[in-house]
């Protein structure tokens, strides 16, 4: 039996990478400190490339029940301020905000366009993290994966062969690869020596689910108001304040009914009071990114890697594509099926990713702030939402769409994710084939499933190859076959050392 890779944290990236490689075949054991999932609230929604990614491994239809169950809550709330909502009212696909403004319409996105999935239409996914957490936690145990619970990494050593890792209990355990997938506060990157540049933090920030002693007090959705930002929704009882004077004292002390209450009133002018927590939070915008993202055998994902403001749900979708990129990658090295170079990809196509997004959360609390330029600033993006360009652009990158990976071709499917070509659901590397050709199977070989496929979209598609994080790595029309570059692909990522994952 080969030695494990090691996965520390058991949040949405660490369940999410522990499941891509044992996927792919690799054995992995995942370290989790604490006894039980978290229940302190956090993000609140997928996006459409996660929903895209969960698709790929069949787990949408756990998706859409959480969806469901979610849009509910939200029109029990409407309901609450108005009862003469009829009984089969049913919201609008909503695109997400940018710094509060959710100006941006679904209906007039360009499908065409090669970075959008049609999913894009159905706008964000409102689940929160936990939900997301229990359906990859269901999916773990389905696919055999340990997870431990209760132990807490203390320290680790690593050499040529492997991974040595300590836990505060004593105990030693011997791993392949260790991957930190524990957050911001990251004892894998501190312990690593990994460099963290970034920002300081300039904001304070709650989110919390209460009760207040008179609830329509608030108007529902994102105000913008002379105190800072206050959002009450889109679920009754959940709050989110921001206030852009500067970072809380002690970010780690308990919130208290009467500290949110004060922060409520400043940021709302109002003298609603909180009456209950039955969760809360404290975040700001200290936004930093690790400049390479492996460290031979040691490698990072998720908050690990790079923390920002959590606005619209970006760091949870960051973190899962960053282990629906990895995963399959580090098991084909880790079962001996690829090089240890393979890895080198891992920063070189993820790290520009999250870099975009840093700059655009940046940008949101700029945009934020309770001052007349910022105002003036919001005034601007309201009226680029209400353009074509505009409101295609900034739903990219609330879908997660803006991610295209250099790898060369000219095909402008290739690094883009894979249009939906009704394929069977398979997690290996695909052949699409679009011509029936029967030749195609010859040059794939066996370590890729040739499938027949179909997208009515684009009718000049004749093949697409596609990697098992859903990536194109090669294409071709029908008017430009474009052999030698299926051959090169092959050859990059099928050279003499390296077959597929999975």
Not at 146 to 173: I, K, M, W
Not at 180 to 194: A, I, M, T, Y
Not at 319 to 341: F, H, I, R
Not at 489 to 499: I, K, N, Q, V
Request: with cysteine; proline share 7%; net charge negative.
């Amino acid at each position: 039996m080969t030695e494990p890779v090691i996965v520390v944290g058991a949040g949405p990236t660490g369940l999410m990478l522990a499941c891509e490689l044992r996927t792919h075949g690799a054995e992995v054991l995942v370290l989790e400190r604490l006894a039980a999932p978290s229940q302190v609230i956090k993000a609140g929604a997928i996006n459409t490339r996660t929903a895209d990614t969960l698709a790929r491994h069949g787990l949408l239809t756990e998706v859409r029940r959480a969806i469901s169950g979610n849009l509910a809550k939200f029109i029990e709330l409407l309901r609450s301020r108005d009862p003469e909502l009829p009984e089969d009212y049913r919201p609008p696909a909503f695109g997400g905000h940018f710094a509060g403004l959710t100006g941006l319409d679904l209906a007039r996105l360009d499908l065409t366009d090669p970075d959008l999935s049609p999913r894009s239409a159905e706008g964000v996914y409102p689940m929160t993290q936990q939900e997301v957490e229990a359906i990859l936690g269901g999916w773990a145990a389905r696919l055999g994966v340990p997870v431990r619970r209760g132990v807490e990494l203390a320290g680790f050593g690593q050499d040529a062969d492997g991974v040595t890792v300590t836990l505060t209990s004593g105990e030693r355990l011997r791993g392949s690869h260790l991957v930190g997938c524990d957050g911001g506060r990251s004892l894998v990157r501190k312990q690593g020596g990994f460099a963290f540049p970034g920002t300081l933090a300039t904001i304070t920030a709650y989110q919390a689910m209460v009760e207040l002693d008179d609830p329509t007090a608030l108007p529902l959705g994102w105000q913008h108001l002379p105190g800072g930002v206050m959002v009450w929704g889109p679920t009754p009882g959940r709050l989110l304040t921001v206030e852009l004077d500067g970072p809380p004292a002690d970010r780690d002390a308990p919130i208290t009914a009467a500290e949110l209450t004060r922060a409520l009133r400043r940021v709302s002018g109002t003298e609603v009071t909180v009456t209950a927590i039955k969760t809360a939070t404290r975040f700001t915008d200290n936004a930093r990114q690790v400049p390479d993202y492996r460290d031979r055998r040691v490698l990072l994902a998720g908050d690990a890697a790079h923390v920002h403001a959590p606005f619209g749900g970006q760091g949870l979708n960051l973190g899962l594509q960053d282990a629906a990129n990895l995963g399959w990658k580090l098991a084909a090295v880790a079962t001996g099926d690829a090089p240890e170079a393979l890895l080198d990809t891992y920063t070189a196509e993820r790290h520009p990713a999250a870099a975009f997004v840093l700059r655009m959360t940046r940008a949101q609390v700029a945009a934020m702030r309770p001052t007349p330029q910022a105002g003036a600033l919001r005034e601007v993006i309201t009226d680029l939402m209400a353009t074509a360009d505009g409101n295609q652009y900034l739903t990219k990158f609330i879908a997660g769409q803006h991610t295209r990976y250099d790898l060369g071709g000219g095909h402008e499917l290739t690094g883009r994710f894979a249009p939906p070509l009704d394929l069977p659901i398979h997690p290996g590397w695909v052949l699409a084939d679009l011509t029936g050709d029967a030749a195609l199977a010859e040059l794939a070989g066996r370590e890729i499933r040739v499938f027949p496929a179909r997208d009515p979209l684009r009718p000049e598609l004749a093949a697409v190859l596609i990697r098992p994080d859903g990536y194109v790595a090669w294409a071709a029309d029908r008017d430009r076959p474009d052999r030698e570059g299926l051959l090169a692909a092959l050859d990059t990522w099928f050279g003499a050392t390296l077959t597929a994952a999975g």
